[in-house]
């Protein structure tokens, strides 16, 4: 299953794919053949009339294909370049070129998609490829009609082009400059360490209450302290959303604009929210329970992931890997191959570093691009589960590798499936083999903790988007979004868990409400969706597999209703989201039963 020339070992990726050099004057070389591209595209704009034929529009539509391939291949490779360390000024420098240049080119060819979307209804149909093979081009301009009556005139479009090149998106990598400069000082047994977000986070799973404190502390006091200014950044972000979305496209809401994105009705996301909002009880009752363990009164915030037992363990970086390409492997071979591909062509940047980029992420450039990964490997248990669950993204895009560039990427609630599937796995495996008791209790805990992270915490993110939205064009203050980011916690938590005043400041350490609007619940839903397709896996067995795998292989090529209806899921019943939570109660009642 896995190769045994590859060396499994922490490291930088190699982004020589995408840009084999990175001096100054190649670049510019690179950016100069897309706007040239660009420019010779404006050509069809004569031949884009009701009465062309299919063909024609057929090979229009495949060099604009091209292009947005181009367009992926440098955008890409200027947002990894910049992954790798954020504080390095050339590739500050090539970031924000490259974002000039992409708003050129994409103004250049605007017209196509928008000429597109003014066609009637029936001319609109009678253009539709309708050879099998051309189903991709055909769901890509069926999707693009979505878009129909939120659409400006063509030069609308390009000055938001221009704006968002030199406004939104300017403010954004002043955020992540902002962010991921910062360095967080911790005292542990007497010794002061300066860390980077993602190893002081390492310390809030300490066993040790006044660590877990500290590192949260520390946490915060260096966000109280940029908190005006990224307070101000978050609401010109929530004003430029607003502005754009609702009063000049027209729709209904903030969260509207990510639900037509995500191809997801308003209903379904509602209905997410909602039963997520009934559930909180859940949670609480699975916190007292943890106090209980723990030997505490009450939980204080600072305790939620907190491990029952005292556990310096190290996971060497190599048998994670290992361990999870095993772990596929006994699921799928297929889905073990395309993992390991990952590794086999260095398309994971895995070491902690200053400057680097904290958390984790995956990013699908093209179809002809193995995806590359980013992580920041400790040797924590909860790092292997991240290892699991970013391969898992990329097994998905390359599931999708023989979709067109336009449909590979999958809907945003369908985004998670693989990868908190992958999660799910190793988990299920971690617990077959552990025969300690309290070793198991800890382990399901555990997956309980990372459940409550990934879909009540998430969901309780974009509730507070919903009011903070509401309120900052209203003429809220960053104070008032304080106390209400307070209040969301508190009904969250209920009087389960102890909130210290530090955390009012959470949110503006959430890169998510900033870079991408509402897209929280997309976790929400990943988790749950996952939580049900594995109670079927395990009552059904190997069939389930294949069915499973096609799932993943639509990518972005069909609506994320119709892919979910084949596995008998209608994302708008309530009774759905309630069986995932379903499963978290059998957990829970488990946990409960270890006494």
Known sequence: MTTPSVEYTLGTWDLSPLM???????????????????????????????????????????????????????????????????????????????????????????????????????????????????????????????????????????????????????????????????????????????????????????????????????????????????????????????????????????????????????????????????????????????????????????????????????????????????????????????AQRVFAERHIDSEPRKGKRGGAFCMTISPKYTPWVLVNYTGRLRDVATLAHELGHAIHSMLAEEHSVLTQHPPLPLAETASVFSEMLLTERLLQEERDPLARRELLASAVDDIYATVMRQAYFVLFERLAHEKINEGASAQELYADYLMNLEEQFGDSVEIPEEFRYEWVSIPHIYHTPFYCYAYSFGQLLVLALYRQYKEEGAPFIPRYLKLLSYGGSARPQDILAEMGIDMTDPAFWRKGFAVVEEMIDELEATG
């Open 20 to 338: 084999p050099h990175r001096d100054k004057e190649y670049l510019e070389a690179r950016l100069q053949e897309i706007l040239d591209a660009a420019r010779a595209f404006e050509r069809h704009r004569d031949d884009l009339r009701p009465d062309i034929s299919q063909e024609r529009l057929l090979h229009i539509l495949r060099e604009y294909e091209a292009i947005v391939e181009r367009l992926h291949e440098v955008g890409g490779f200027a947002s990894l370049w910049f992954s790798e360390n954020t504080q390095d000024p050339e590739a500050l420098a090539f970031l924000n070129r490259v974002q000039q240049v992409l708003a050129e080119a994409e103004n250049r060819i605007l017209f196509f998609t928008l000429w597109w979307k003014r066609l009637d209804d029936a001319e609109a149909q009678r253009l539709l490829p309708q050879a099998e093979s051309q189903g991709d081009y055909r769901f890509f301009l069926q999707s693009l009609r979505r878009f129909r009556p939120y659409t400006l005139e063509e030069t609308a479009e390009q000055i938001i082009n221009i704006k968002d090149a030199n406004g939104i998106r300017g403010i954004l990598t002043l955020y992540s400059l902002m962010t991921n400069r910062l360095e967080f000082e911790l005292e542990v047994d007497g010794e002061k360490k300066r860390l980077t977000r993602d190893e002081l986070m390492t310390y809030v799973y300490s066993p040790r209450p006044d660590v877990r404190k500290a590192a949260y502390q520390s946490l915060y006091r260096e966000y109280s302290r940029e908190a005006p200014i990224l307070a101000q950044m978050y609401e010109n972000r929530v004003r430029d959303w607003y502005n754009e979305h609702v009063r000049l496209r027209g729709f209904d809401s903030p969260i509207a604009v990510r639900n037509v994105l995500n191809d997801v009705p308003d209903a379904a996301v509602d209905v997410l929210l909602q039963v997520s909002r009934e559930h909180a009880a859940l949670f609480q009752r699975y916190f007292r329970l943890k106090a209980r363990w723990l030997g505490m009164d009450r939980l204080r915030r600072y305790d939620i992931y907190a491990p029952l037992t005292e556990s310096d363990r190290r996971i060497p970086y190599e048998e994670a890997v290992r361990l999870v390409l095993d772990t596929l492997a006994r699921f799928s071979p297929v889905m073990a191959e395309y």
